[in-house]
């Protein structure tokens, strides 16, 4: 039962003020608000998120169905709860249509569709992540209840927050003699994830995916939080699908599942999508059925693309065949010219362009051999906060390095810093694909070493004066529309034309400014070197006289 204070907590609102609205709902209610059920709940929810924000874009935009995907440790029961909540939308004629998963499919709960990813867990999750695109809206952590919260869980959490998408956990296997659903609140306590019940802000719903206790709480749980989350669509803008899978038929060739996150998508449309494109053939949706068009948050098989899609991949129409080839072929050039680079190596030195202009902060995460070495250092790499710098530790575990960090890092665009651990050698192979930079230690004093200096190259560039000439004032000219032009004789170094010149008459400098002309006889050149006659333009100084010495500067990075 939803307590006031849950509700007041769900909307942002003081409980003073959600009973005020209420009572002119025309609902008394004072702690609890029994006799309501749960979809009486959520509309009650509805009607008071409308009465409070006229929302300006909900003209045009419409309200999508929520992306959902399964997370969590392995054998928690990820697979068996995703049959069967699929189950509860597949009537017994359909069984005979769903020869094959399609990676996504669309559940019906109460006049509302949800769609939930096929692939669970967050390996998957965070590589189509890594790979551009997120498509997930909401995360279900799974947990079994006689089991509570096991590494796989922490990592799932980690990767969840790190892709800033809310979580509702599903204490599963409650059905268990050995089930202890309350031991898993208290667990979920420590990782900022306090269940509503106690206080916290997160949803919790006790299931059983064998017996099928829970299921349906679990959806208008979901349907809650995506309520919340105002998802918004355009049904005629601009067409944009990700590619969930893609595989090769026999039969049918290249097919891939697209989920559409704008517009709509008709048979006929042009696609192109990296180096595929193609005239859409046929749209296949989850249960086997075919349809003729397909609009916003629907998962779909498309046939009659040249090429299967990469997960995370982004699809857009093209006007023409014509055009949609080009494009494709385009980018396959570029591709073979980049070697098939992804994405830059980032490195703890690369850090500095990637992430200056942005955040300023270096995501890691951390792998350790020990609870005691992972807690002194990350609180030795919380402690390195800069004024202007900061370590985001976005993961720390204990244990060797794993895909899924590597993955992680991917995503984040961070980098892995193993401490006293080795790396899984398929991680390796994965880490070169990714370009994801392991760093490890064995000494803590060089792990704070090594940051530091990276720290130094992400902080904003400091700049000094460098003198690299000077020259001698002979003659001067006045030149209309330029100004003055010292004729000068290069005494030291060079004259750079864009760096900056400083005039000194004896020991005073009597003006300074960019040289802005610079000519050898009558043609414009870039630099002038030591011996040699020029004509010097110092933009915004034309007091320049005979015998004036100037000095020319280059600006240098200090590290
Ligand atoms: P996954 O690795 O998270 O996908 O986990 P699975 O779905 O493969 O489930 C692992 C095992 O737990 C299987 O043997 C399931 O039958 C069992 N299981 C899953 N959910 C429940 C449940 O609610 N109750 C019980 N008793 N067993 C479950």
Redesign the pocket.
Known sequence: MMRVYQLARRLNLSTGNLLKLLTSLGIEAKSSLSGLSPKEVRQLEKSILKKRKPSPKAKKLLLRTPIVTLL??????????LDAVRQTSVAKEEVGGITQKIGASEVEFQGEKIVFIDT?GHEAFTAMRAHGAQVTDIAVL?IAADDGVMPQTVEAIDHARAAKVPIVVAI?????SEANPDRVKRQLNKYDLTPEEWGGKTICVE?????KQGLDELLEMILLEAEMLELASDSDGDFRAVVIEGEMDRQKGPCSTLLIQNGTLKIGDILVGGSSFGKVRALINWKGKKLKEAGPSTPVRVLGLSDIGTPGGIFRKAESERKARQLAQATKKEEREKGLVKRELITLESLYQEQVKEKKALNAILKTDTQGSLRALTDVLNNLEDEEVKINMVHGAIGEVNKSDILLAAASKGIVISFNVGTVSESLTLAKDERVDIRSYQVIYEMIDDIKKSMQGLLEPQYEEVEIGEAEVRDTFRIPKVGVVAGSYITAGKVVRGSKAKVFRGDEMVGEGMVSGLKRFDKDVSEVLTGLECGVNVEGFNEIRKGDLIRVYEARRVR
Do not use: E, F, M, R
């Not at 599963?172 to 268990?176: H, P, S």
């Not at 299931?207 to 017996?211: D, G, I, Q």
């Open positions: 969590g440790h392995v054998d928690h029961g990820k697979t068996t709860l669970p799974v599963n296997k409650i059905d268990k299931v059983s995916a064998l017996t």
